[in-house]
Structure formats: structure tokens, C-alpha cells
């Protein structure tokens, strides 16, 4: 309830602060029998991990990630599985000069007044560094998905500040610190992100994931709609504040005319909807975008107040990336995928596992 | 776990289906003590109700809300509060030329895949008709809010299809159909509502949502964020593509130095933020945005295909919205409300009744 | 969170008071495409209702119960079924002598330190009448899991204050007003029942209830045991006081030797365990047994205190069961079957639907 | 929903197994502010760890716990707190051989069945080792329980085997490896143990435990109990088959007017209801019993059957408790602990900070 916990039948509780000793989670209804070993987990939480380029934090975290229960024999056994990453780069004293003043745009004063204390330590629990131990575990939901359905993630930062990035191939992803799926405009954002670091300051970023594969008819009726669930776990990604499905922000200008994607006996014709209508899956690509606010840690000075109310200003010092953008798109991939997971399960238990593979509406149709 | 309940602590289960006998909900956990009865509620389902001008379904319910239970002289007891909606004008036969085609857009096609099996009345469950007992149940939310903290929720519509909509004063949104936060406008979206409903097609719209007076500290710090519920609830309303917070998508192209907030002795000197930071309310205005899709059930002919996989084409002509973005309003108010009933309890759980009353930072800074 | 609501994936939500215009049930998450009637409920609710017999509650209640949705041509569609049970024969007049006073043994006293308020018409929600929806609602569970599994349900008492009731025949249960599995010792019970009727006195019971046909793998194993979600289902029963499982407090005796049941070829040799073992079913019957105590409503004058503290006496004259143990029989198998359909459905979740159909060890055990 | 989290608004997340590398909790929910250090929990944990006595099994675990999480600078944060108990004596080979075989009433055979595998270390997830992270869980909320209300917890064994235990007096405790009231018939139980174990069986018992300084109005009128809850919170601990709440199983031969406790202005004159009427609490002590069966694991051969279902025997080597009852006393006093912690943050979210205190209600009555 305090909502530390992601999901109903694929439940992850994620715990640990930012410069503690450690963080984690406890993946519990991990369905028994797959196989899994840290191997699988690792390589997703490299995607993520801080100090692999210039562009991010230089906080040097390994993010080596301990699988501490529910695998025996390298299957899992239908028990929770903690998933366990020391924290290892810890620098509390970085935080020394803001003890006593808040951050504007930080969760500093919000947690204070909600909790009535502080916990400097690199933002303690309102870190990003929280979302390793979700990664861990949406690589778990991966696995069984993939396995299952052939259900597969993918995600692309499609703006960096006000540099629209276009889409030229998902191929290009992995070749670039972006996490662009483009290869001409990389040098033009490694310019923009050089003179934004000289500034001091820090920008926004536009990121869009996709789901493929998907399985038909995963999502309830009326408030856990899947595309509801998924706003929930995207908005939820810090610095997130707009999320978009399908069309987006697009449709209100669109007429209905023009919106509904038909549907013919090849499949739908187009993807407005962005995967779902009426929140359930429909077996086309679930797509959807989210707006990233520029990081609150700057050097740039800005005007505050302390804890007694007093005119202060800001100045942060700690090591932060100047665009908390770049490293949300295995994020929010492994959102999405927490999100589907969970969803398969639901869908399961009431109406069986008759969760329909992935198959083209083409194929479907006539013999359905 | 089918998703017909929303919240975890004042727990709204909802049933029905537009053209069943009734629809209706139960509200577990409200408060003991209030005062309470049908006029209470009954005024935003009259906002929200259907018939009420030309530009709107001329479904003719009267949506007469009645207690079934939880409120005994006047006062809730703590006990389940069951509002009932009785269902008036169905017409189930309006729908019998769709019973066997997918409408494009529409959640047949999902529901059927899904279930098995179809309810075609209206869209029976996937019906935006299903928001009126939570509605009903917002302003049982609203009442306590505003009793207890002075909070208050309002909202209008910004843009309709491409068209915007200037605020000019909230006092402007009781007096035109729109919900429209204006005067000036209003003989030009008239014109533009009746030349659509004669082209047979529908639009979409942009709704905005705030709450004033809000406790500070509301929200929790990782997954039940405020703003990750908030984005869950307005994005489960019917036809909500997109939810944006505070600046929205605006921050993909802000720097830093400017998008976060300056304290100040008296206050936040702006609201990029819309009202949270970290997820946990600031006690400020919280602002959301939400983009509706234009109505999928429209009288302009769509290819389809029906469900032996042949190709077909489909044309609606029951009664429908021609955009249902006009009533959207009160219901995203009432959903808003909800989620801060919810995370109101949530606080009081873990933090006791500590909620900061409805205070400027001004009055509260020097004391803390 | 305020306990109204019965299960996680077959979620039954309870609303209504003894003496409001109605009571009924919400139940979310019921698969879809179950032929379902009110003829399939209607006879649950008769074996439960009051006035059946002299020695129950005069009250006059037929209990007709009214789908109100969740229902489409017969089948269930997977959407919420609501329920509704319109009381009849409400007296709040009969409580009206209690207003002030505290009855010994009820709930009264506690409800008003509660709540801050007393709904003193008939124990309103305190009283045993809103047993009626689970009965409702264990009705539409029974014909899932029969029709699924072939798993059924039973229960009778035995024991009737100091009387013990040996067991004769399953058959015996529907034919004497005690659901007493015996025919040679009615006679007695009817006579012990009218002399304690004219003392004014009421009595304690024991009930038996029993699961046969159940799947192998049902529960889960740290705390949602299915011994523990039944032992919670039992024990929230109106006067229930004690549960056991199996054996029962005869564990406490023996030795380990003696308890482990032995597993054979051709099946278990005994079922000290009650068909559970490390809280997951094995097959086997699933037997528990309650304690119910005696009604707290007599007309034999206690001592208390009114609202003020100051000395009282109460004595209670509306229409009560001088047994509540008697009716308890089917409210007790309904409780058992929610159990069990919620953990069905959970196991489906996360081990796929594979609950190992109604066999004998020893038809499963080659093969597996 | 697999049964791994404990509590709604106090949740406990438990992980490990008997046998891997380290078991451990995660606390959800726990209010900020309260001071909490690993001195506030061991001393609850060697109250159960192994090893104590020649009565209990000669596994060797310090049991030493480690807080990863949720505390800074000594004080709770509000955020999650792991605990985190690493294994220390595990040794595997001594289940080898039972590899193959069920155990008579072990969950090896239901584990098996429903899962498809199994961890044969030490019964893997099912195991007792797992209570230990509860008993950490519980210290915590014992601490702010106390510190809030007064409240505090006993328990005592008050039957081993066929040989009643006198209550002498709480002060004897903590002076015998029996968690006996008593000290005079100590000698006997030694005496008792010892044979029992040369005999290579196992015994079963009975255990009270009890709450003091109850707050008044803790639990939900339909479902949630207070006693629905601690039953299932008692019958979800290893081997436990039965619950009583106050007089149990003696209330089935008891008259109403014997039962019903009266009120005075003193207070209550008896507690045949075990502090709770219509399952809220009402500031008398809670009491509760359990039976505890004899342990599975035993040196005594017993008839079984292996995985091919051939007919087999097995008797276990391994280090395990002769009478699991023994240990069981500090482990249901925190499981009781744990259901009244949630429930009084519960009953905050609802009613708010009116809990009443520890009050005789001679105290309160006059000023009510």
C-alpha cells in the first residue's frame, strides 16, 4: 500500500536506496519451471547502467545483480526471487551542500513534508537508481514472455531536447548512447549534449517503447485496462509527465473517419490505437511514448528556500546526467513488459490459458 | 483482479452494462460520520448525463442515483455505500445491424477475442456509460475532501478537434455545453459541433483537470506515485489516448534551469510540476491533461471484417456522442478526486492524520 | 481494505445492512461463458434462509435473489455479477429498546467505539443476514468448480450444545431442519431446541464441512495457505469461535508416527491432514470443522452498561435464532467453495491450467 | 497473489529457502520516524533460532539479521525495510535420501504436484526456517505497537503431547526451553522430550498467545475480521491445524447466557469472547490457541510411495525438531503482532488517529 510493490499476479516489491547498502527486489508468482540464471538479468541492466558514456552520470556502479532464492537447478521454482545489486559507488557526501535547502523541480520537499525527515543520500528512494532492480525483473517478464509468445520489447529515444530524432531502424539502437534508432544525427547530438554539459544544464527527451507479438485479449474491461496500466508504470518512471498511446496526443484533432483503424482479413490496417481498444490487446503492436523532464540536479544556481522558510539557492554538484532521457528506454521497456507479464497472468486465471499466440489476424480469422 | 475495482483504501467496485437493467457501484471504506445523501450526488451525474444539449447522445436517462446501503440518518456508518442507476431508455435493437461486424475503433473486436463471446448492447461493459456510478462515487470523495481539507476539483475543455479554446475564467464552464472555460468561443464550436453531426463523423478533444487546496504529502514514493495514479485513472476513462502532468510533453524541449520550480518564502513562484514532485504532492495546484479520441461509432461507412474473417463494412447509427469529449469533464474530475481520496487514507495509514491542511507555503514555511 | 470484499481473483464485494432496503454482492473476475440463472442460486439461499423451521428466526425472508448484470443470453459474460436480495421484513422497531444498552456478546459495544455511531437495526452490519450474498455468491462458485472438476461440497453439524451427533449418511442432512447427517437422534434435538426456546436461552454448535473432488495444488505455500484462507473464511463467519482442519486439536496429541497420513499406490491411507499438506490440497478431501457459539440475542436479562457507563440490564425480544449454529451449515460450505474457486483461478495464473482433475492417486500415480 | 506477502497496509514480502544462500523480508508500510536498529529485532529471533536446547533441532544458525533498507540515521524512513538472514549451516546432503520419496504429511508430495519440481533442501519453501524473517518483521511491528499503545504480546505452551501445562505465572517463560507459564512440572517435560526423542517420534501441542493493551476498534465488520485474520494468520504457521479465539471449541456446549460477557462499569466482568465482538477488537486482552501437529520429518519408518508411484518407506536422518511446537511460540506472538499492526493502520485510514488507547473502560465510560 505504500507502494513499493509493481503488479497483482506478477508482483514485484523493490526496495533499497540510492546510497545504502544495496537494492533489490522480490519477484513473487514467477510461473515454476523456467529456466534462469543472472546471465539472462545482467545484460539488461548494462543497457541501463550509469558510466557507460560521457553523456551520462559517472557514478561508476557494476549493477552486478545476485539471484538470492526461487531458482533451484537453474529453474525457478515458483517461490519469490530476490534479485540482490550492491550498491558500490556510494558518495554521500557529495550531497553535503543541499541538507538544508530544496532542489527545485526534486522530490527533497515533498518527501520532507510527507515523512517529516530527510534522506539526502542521492535522493535516498526517489533515485532513479531504483528502477536496476525493475529492470532485473523485467528481464525475468521477458524471458517467459519471448518463450511463451514470442512477445518481444523494443524502445527508441525519438526527440532530445528540441532535436526531433527520425526513425531510420530499430537496428540502430544498440550502435550509439542514445538509444536512437538512427545512425545520421548521432555526431549532432553528441554536439548538443557537449555544450549542454558546458552549460551546466540539462534538457528533456521524448522516448518510445513497442511490444510485439502480443498476445490478444490481455486487459480488463474497465479500470485495469491495459493501456490504464500501462500509463500507470511509464508515469510512474521518474521525471516522466506525459505518456501517450497509440495516436496520442494526435487524436483530438482526428475524426473518427480517420481514426479507427479498419480491419480487413490481413489484419488491421493501421495501428491509431496503439495495440488496444476498450484497454484490451488486439494483437497489433502495443506503442507508446513518454515526455522526460530535464534532471533537477543542475549547476545552474536557482532560488529557493531552506527548512526554515529562508531565501536560499541551489547549486548541484553530485555526479548526474545532464539528460535523465538517455537512459530511460530500457526502463520503460521493462515497465511495459512488467505490465504485459502481469497481464498474462490475469488473463489466464479467469479465462484459461487460452491467450492467443502470436498470429497475424490474416491467420486467425478464418478458422476462428 | 478483473479490474471492476478502483482504489485500495476507499475501494469503488462497479457494475453494470449500458443496457442491462442497472448499473451502479459499492464504495468500501468511506469514512463513518458524513453526512450524506442523494442530493449530494445526484448534481454531477447531471453534469455528466447524457440528453442534455444537441451536441450529445439523445439517450434520455435521467441517471436517478439511490443509496442502497452504508448511510443510516443521514451519516455514513463506514460501511459499504451501494449507489444504484437504474437503466431506462435501452434500446438493444439499435445495435442488432452490428452484431456479427467489428466496429473499427470500437472494443468488439477485443471484448469477443478476449471472452469468447459478445455483448453487443451498447457495448455493454466497454459503454462509457459505466463512468456514471463513478461519478457518482467522485462526489461522495469530493464531499469528504473539501469538508476535511478545503480540496476542490474543476476542469473544461481545451481544444476541440483543432480548434482551441482560450481560458477566459472558470466561471465560464457551467454556462455552455462545452465545459468550455470561455465565452467568446462558444457560437463558433456550436457551428462546428452541427456541421459534424450532418458529415456523420466525430472528433476529438482535450480535456484539462485541477485540484485546488490539496494536502501536501499525498502519493507514495516508487509505484503508487500520485502521478502514475492519476495517469491510471484518466487514462482508463473511455477514448483516452494520451494524460500529461504540470508542462506535459512541453518539458521534452525545457532546459532545467528552467523547468524546475523556484521556492520562494511565499510560495512556488510557477507549476511546471503540476502540483507534484518525486509523485508525492506538493500542495500545489495539481494540473493533468488528458486527449480523447474521437467517437468510434460513427454513421460514415468502415471497412471491417465480421467474425467468419470476411471482409465487411460497417456503419453506426444508434445514439452516440459525436464527440465524447464533451462530457469527459465531470467524469475526469471525478476520477481525480478518487485518486486523492485514496492516497488522503493511504497517508493517514502509514503517516497519521498529519495531512498539512490547504496552506500556502507562505503561511507554512517560517512555522515548520 | 475495509474488509468488504471476499477473495483476490474471484473478488465477492458485500454491501447492505440486516434492516436497509437491500443487501447483495458484486462478484468480479467469473469466467466467462457459464450458463447461470437465478434458478442456479435460488436454492442455496433457501437452505439458508430464516423462518424454515421454529426452531430458527421468525423473520420472514424469501431471499429472492436478482442478477443485475454480468449475465448475457444466459451466460456469464466475465464482467461483474451483481446480485440483489431486497429485505422484506424489516422491524427496526423491535431494536428499539437496545438503543442505548450495550447486549453482552455483541457487537454492538465494539462497533460503536468504532465507528462513533450505532445502526442498531438489526446488529445492521454485524448481523448474520449478510451471510445471505456469500451463499449467493458460493452458489455461482459451486457450479463452476462442479461443472469444471467435479468438485462438491457438504456440511452438516455435529454437535448441538452438550449433544454430540454421530454421523449416519450424507443423505440424512436435507431431511430434519438441523442439517444433521442422522436421522435416529432428530427427535432429541427437537426436543432439547424447544425446552432451550422456552428457557430463552441460546446454545453453541459444531460443524463439519467438507470439499470432495478437489484438484491436486490448489493454495500457496507461506501465507496464503489454503488451510489459512480457510480457517479465515470460517472464522469471519458470525460466531464462529474456533476452526480446525483435519485432525484438528487432536494433533495436539498425537504422535508423529500416528498424524502422517500414508501415501499408497492406490491413494492416502488416512486424511489426518484434511486434505492439505504444506497448505497446498492433495486430493484428498478437504474436512474442517467450526465452533459456533451461542447467539448473544436471548431473552434472559445480562448485565451492561448503557452509552453514559452507567449500570444496565439487557434483555433482547426481536426475532433471533436460539441457535445461529443451525443455519450456519450452508453458509459455511459457500465460505469454503469461495476459497476454493479463488485458489483455482490462482493456480491457473501461474501454473497454467493444469489443476490436476478429480483423480485417484492411484489412477495418477503411473503415469506421472 | 503466490502467497509470499503478508498484511495490506503493514506488508511483510517474505523470500528465501531453507536451504539457499539467505532468507529475508521486505516491510512495506512501516511509519516513518520510529527508532529501529538491528538491536530491536535479534533478541525476537534468538528467542526462535535452532539450536538452543537438546529439544530443538541441532541445526546451527545464528539467525543474525541485517537491515538493508528503510532506516537512516536510526530512524525509519518510511520506505522499505529489508531484512536479511543469511544461511549458515545448510547441508543439503543430508535430504538426499528423500530425493525420491514423499514424506508422509510433508508438503513434498502437494509441492511436487503443483509446481512440477522440487527443492528437496530441507523442504525448501516450505520449511519453518521461513517463520524467521516473520519473527523479524514482528519485532518491528511489536516496537511501534508498544511505543503507540502500550501494546504487547505473550504466549506460552500450555500442552505437549497428552501432558497439560498449568499456567503458573508469565514470569516462568522465559526460564524454560518450553515457553512454559509454569516451573514446577519442567522436570517432567525434559523428562518426557527425551524419551520421545530416543524414540525417534515426534509430538504435537498446544500454544496460547495473548495481546495486551489492545486499542478498541481494531478489524472490519464483514470479512476482515480481527479474528478472521489472526486465524488465518495462526493457521498459516508450519504444522498449525487448529485456531480458538478465547473459548474456542468450549463455546459449542455453552448457553448465551453464560457466554455473552457482561459490561460493567469497570470494565468487562469475563473474556469467553477473547477481546473481540463482531470481530473488532474492544481493548479486553486477545487470546488465542493453536494446535500444533507433530513434526513429519521423523526416524520412525513410514509407508510411502516415489514419484514412478511405486510403494516405498521412507524415515529421515536429517537434523529436525522433535516437537515443532516448542519453537512455535515467539513466531505466533509476531504473527499475531503483525495482524494488529496492520489493522491499526488500517483503522487510522478509515476512522483516522482516534484509535483509542489503553484504557480500562472504567476509565473511558464516564467521559464518553
Known amino acids: ?84 545489486i550492491k550498491n558500490q559507488d556510494q558518495r554521500s557526501k557529495d550531497y553535503g551542500n543541499i541538507l538544508d535547502t530544496f532542489r527545485p523541480g526534486h522530490a527533497d520537499y515533498s518527501y520532507w513534508r510527507k515523512y517529516g525527515l530527510r534522506d539526502p543520500r542521492g535522493g535516498g528512494r526517489s533515485s532513479a537508481r531504483l528502477t536496476a532492480p525493475m529492470v532485473g525483473a523485467g528481464a525475468v517478464a521477458r524471458k517467459w514472455l519471448k518463450e511463451k509468445y514470442g512477445c518481444e ?16 531502424g ?31 544544464d540539462s534538457v528533456g527527451a521524448r522516448i ?12 480488463e474491461p474497465l479500470f485495469d485496462k ?40 490481413l489484419g488491421f490496417a493501421s495501428n491509431n490505437s496503439g495495440g488496444m481498444l476498450g484497454g484490451i490487446s488486439t494483437g497489433q503492436d502495443i506503442v507508446a511514448s513518454i515526455a522526460i523532464k530535464p534532471t533537477s540536479s543542475i549547476r545552474t544556481p536557482k532560488a529557493s528556500i531552506n527548512r526554515a522558510g529562508e531565501v536560499s539557492s541551489v547549486e548541484t554538484f553530485g555526479r548526474h546526467d545532464p539528460c535523465v532521457g538517455i537512459r530511460a528506454t530500457p526502463i520503460a521497456e521493462a515497465m511495459l513488459a512488467l ?18 499466440p502470436i498470429e497475424a489476424i490474416a491467420a486467425a480469422a478464418p478458422g476462428v
Open 170 to 200: 530499430w537496428q540502430h539502437v544498440a550502435n550509439n548512447p542514445f538509444f536512437a534508432a538512427n545512425t545520421s544525427k548521432i555526431e549532432e547530438l553528441e554536439a548538443y549534449m557537449d555544450a549542454l554539459r558546458k552549460s551546466g
Open 208 to 219: 518510445r517503447v513497442e511490444a510485439t507479438g502480443v498476445p490478444v485479449g490481455l486487459g
Open 226 to 265: 491495459l493501456d490504464a496500466d500501462i500509463a500507470y508504470a511509464l508515469m510512474g518512471i521518474n521525471a516522466v509527465k506525459g505518456v501517450e498511446i497509440g495516436a496520442g496526443f494526435g487524436v483530438v484533432a482526428q475524426r473518427g473517419s480517420e481514426h479507427g483503424d479498419e480491419l480487413t482479413p
Open 1 to 84: 500500500m505504500s507502494g513499493s510493490t509493481f503488479g497483482e499476479l506478477f508482483r514485484v516489491t523493490n526496495f533499497g536506496e540510492s546510497h545504502g547498502p544495496a537494492i533489490g527486489c522480490v519477484i513473487d508468482g514467477c510461473p515454476p519451471g523456467m529456466a534462469l540464471s543472472e546471465a539472462d538479468i545482467q545484460p539488461e541492466l548494462d543497457r541501463r547502467r550509469p558510466g557507460t558514456s560521457r553523456h551520462v552520470t559517472q557514478r561508476n556502479e557494476p549493477d552486478t545483480v545476485e539471484i538470492l532464492s526461487g531458482v533451484y537447478e537453474g529453474l525457478t521454482t515458483g517461490t519469490p526471487i530476490c534479485l540482490l
Open 153 to 168: 520489447f523494443r524502445g527508441c529515444m525519438t526527440q532530445l531536447g528540441e532535436l526531433e530524432i527520425p526513425f531510420e
Open 339 to 356: 505490465v504485459l507479464m502481469d497481464h498474462a497472468l490475469r488473463h489466464r486465471a479467469q479465462c484459461g490459458d487460452v491467450v492467443l
